[in-house]
């Protein structure tokens, strides 16, 4: 979108700076960031911004893909969306890179327990930061 390249690093990984948060780490503990967890009466999505760290996460827990739909909440909020499986069917948006603010999203999503509510395929999103809390 802004032609950034953001290096993926895991959890182990020291990094200085901003950082894009996908999923359970320690840092998200650390923020004091506390992942959903609980099959099936928690599933929610978090996209939050924490200091200098957007954060991406959901619940995972059995068949809940939660850190999936908040990669894709950012994403469409952006402005990005997947039509179909050929590039023709997929809006990218060329950006400059925006300040955030204090953006807080939280989404329980309203379908039966274990039902996907739609699946999306993702390219063009490279987090700085990537890993689950062992």
């Given at each position: 979108?802004?032609?950034?390249?953001?290096?993926?690093?895991?959890?182990?990984?020291?990094?200085?700076?901003?950082?894009?948060?996908?999923?359970?780490?320690?840092?998200?503990?650390?923020?004091?960031?506390?992942?959903?967890?609980?099959?099936?009466?928690?599933?929610?999505?978090?996209?939050?911004?924490?200091?200098?760290?957007?954060?991406?996460?959901?619940?995972?827990?059995?068949v809940?893909?939660?850190?999936?739909?908040?990669?894709?909440?950012?994403?469409?909020?952006?402005?990005?969306?997947?039509?179909?499986?050929?590039?023709?069917?997929?809006?990218?948006?060329t950006?400059?890179?925006?300040?955030?603010?204090?953006?807080?999203?939280?989404?329980?999503?309203?379908?039966?327990?274990?039902?996907?509510?739609?699946?999306?395929?993702?390219?063009?999103?490279?987090?700085?930061?990537?890993?689950?809390?062992?």
């Open positions: 979108m802004s032609g950034a390249r953001l290096p993926i690093v895991s959890d182990a990984a020291s990094v200085e700076g901003a950082r894009i948060l996908v999923g359970e780490s320690r840092e998200t503990v650390a923020l004091g960031i506390e992942t959903p967890h609980g099959y099936p009466e928690n599933e929610r999505v978090l996209v939050q911004r924490k200091g200098d760290c957007l954060v991406l996460l959901g619940n995972d827990d059995e809940f893909t939660g850190t999936a739909f908040a990669v894709t909440m950012l994403l469409e909020k952006l402005g990005c969306g997947w039509f179909g499986p050929e590039e023709l069917w997929q809006e990218i948006p950006r400059r890179p925006s300040q955030w603010g204090t953006y807080i999203s939280t989404t329980s999503p309203r379908s039966s327990p274990g039902r996907p509510l739609y699946s999306v395929g993702i390219r063009a999103c490279a987090p700085l930061v990537h890993g689950r809390q062992q």
